[in-house]
Nanobody, 128 residues
Framework: QVQLVESGGGLVQAGGSLRLSCAAS????????MGWFRQAPGKEREFVAA????????YYADSVKGRFTISRDNAKNTVYLQMNSLKPEDTAVYYC?????????????????????WGQGTQVTVSS
């Protein structure tokens, strides 16, 4: 079983940057693809980015492509989301999640039901 804890959220002005971290427990972190999702008030949780188990592949929602970068450090059991050029529309609670094994990359990893373990989330607020 994997335990996930997000950190790095906060308040930032539009155009600024934040780096989110997601620390995972366990000795099998390197075997899981990881994803970032976000949920704004009154809206459904949406896919943000995903990264393959070895970091060799990444995929982004169109809304963040070119601005966000997902990465991972398996030695530290941590996945990151670097967020640049932030917009007010990026305001949300951001969640990291561990994917179920298998599946077709990246198509299957865009859906939240692909992920079995979730962190509690970290708030990102972007002011205009």
């Amino acid at each position: 079983q994997v335990q996930l804890v997000e950190s790095g959220g906060g308040l930032v002005q539009a155009g600024g940057s934040l780096r989110l971290s997601c620390a995972a427990s366990g000795r099998t972190f390197s075997t899981y693809a990881m994803g970032w999702f976000r949920q704004a008030p009154g809206k459904e949780r949406e896919f943000v980015a995903a990264i393959s188990w070895n970091g060799g592949g990444s995929y982004y929602a169109d809304s963040v492509k070119g601005r966000f970068t997902i990465s991972r450090d398996n030695a530290k059991n941590t996945v990151y989301l670097q967020m640049n050029s932030l917009k007010p529309e990026d305001t949300a609670v951001y969640y990291c999640a561990t994917a179920l094994p298998g599946g077709y990359w990246p198509r299957d990893f865009l859906s939240e039901n692909k992920y079995d373990y979730w962190g509690q989330g970290t708030q990102v607020t972007v002011s205009s």
